[in-house]
């Protein structure tokens, strides 16, 4: 592996306006380009929209979802990445031949697909069927996985991606910003965003106070730490349907260390440098290696009947009190 140099994104998506989204993606891929980046990441459900999903019947979601590879999306995303010359990871809402619906992250270069990962954990939407697989490749000769949002708070699915060969984990997100039974959560009044440049001050205080990046804290960079990679972590910024995301959008090294992030409240980019003697120089990479799987395969295999909660969609209201 040599030195790769990787770009992380965050912008203000429009629901269900893929054309407005992808030029997004188009000028932001610009920019990546042009300060050298081989790859550049963006959120989750980044061309389609995401949070608008919950509202939606199947049908509705059968006109918004592609087909993929050959839908309209991840040929426009083909033809972006070949005019910048870079190589590009988004979101969208995927369906098949008989109409099951998947939330899936593609990664593009100028060729075409390279991969695809679909939601292990999807929630947004009762008609979106759970992914079945991990997801890695190879990616300018790296090994790469991907985990979307949900996915990467099931601590085994992060170590499952890494035990298959990741090094650098994209980890595309909509997320904070939301109530939640933790102390602190809660949705930020979108009167901020709108009254950001007057005041961001008070903007900024809820942005990285305990609803948002004070959370998130709390266990991003150990993901990175405890496996020895280098995480991606992908957010939008700005109005979501009716919800107000906070961005943060990062690249963490695998000393848990934050290399960079978006800290504007515009449409963004970071980049980093990753450098492949950081892997096993970390603490993580002895880590794996130490484990002793006769203690706990038995334990981590073990029958189990999976439930997914999520506060927010229960909560009755995703209007700020």
């Keep these: 592996m040599k030195k790769l140099k990787i770009s992380t994104a965050q912008f203000e998506n429009k629901s ?32 389609t929209g995401y949070t608008f999903a919950r509202h939606l019947s199947k049908d509705q979601m059968l006109e918004v979802a592609e087909i993929i590879p050959d839908g309209p999306s991840i040929l426009k995303l083909t033809e972006i990445a070949g005019k910048h ?4 990871l988004a979101g969208l809402f995927e369906k098949d031949k008989e109409d099951n619906i998947f939330k899936a992250y593609v990664c593009v270069d100028k060729n075409g697909l390279i991969a695809k990962h679909r939601k292990l954990h999807p929630f947004i939407n009762a008609h979106i069927n759970p992914g079945n697989s991990y997801t890695v490749f190879d990616l300018h000769g790296w090994k790469c996985g991907i985990l979307i949002c949900y996915d990467n708070n099931v601590i085994e699915n992060v170590r499952a991606t890494v035990l298959l060969g990741a090094n650098i984990l994209f980890m595309p997100h909509v ?32 942005f990285d106070g305990m ?20 995480a991606v972590f992908s957010n939008p910024i700005g109005m979501d349907d009716d919800q107000l995301k906070n961005g943060c959008s990062m690249i963490i090294d695998p000393f848990g260390d934050i290399m960079a992030e978006c800290r504007s409240f515009d449409d963004s980019l970071v980049s980093s440098t990753l450098i492949p003697e950081k892997l096993t120089m970390a603490g993580g990479y ?6 002793k799987t006769g203690l706990y395969k038995d334990i981590l295999g073990k029958e189990h009947q999976s439930e997914l909660k999520v506060s927010w969609l229960n909560s009755g209201s995703n209007k700020e009190k």
């Design 16 to 47: 269900g306006d893929k054309e407005y989204n992808l030029s997004v993606i188009d000028k932001l891929a610009g920019l990546a380009a042009a300060e050298g980046s081989k790859v550049i990441a963006f959120h989750e459900c980044s061309i």
């Design 85 to 88: 010359d870079i190589t590009i």
């Design 175 to 206: 997320t904070m910003c939301t109530p939640s039974t933790r102390p602190g959560a809660g949705f930020v009044d979108p009167g901020l965003w709108q009254n950001r440049e007057n005041d961001p001050t008070s903007l900024r205080l809820e």
């Design 211 to 230: 609803k948002g990046r004070e959370w998130l804290m709390k266990w991003l960079p150990s993901r990175a730490y405890d496996n020895g990679i280098y």
């Design 286 to 291: 002895r880590y794996t290696k130490a484990r």
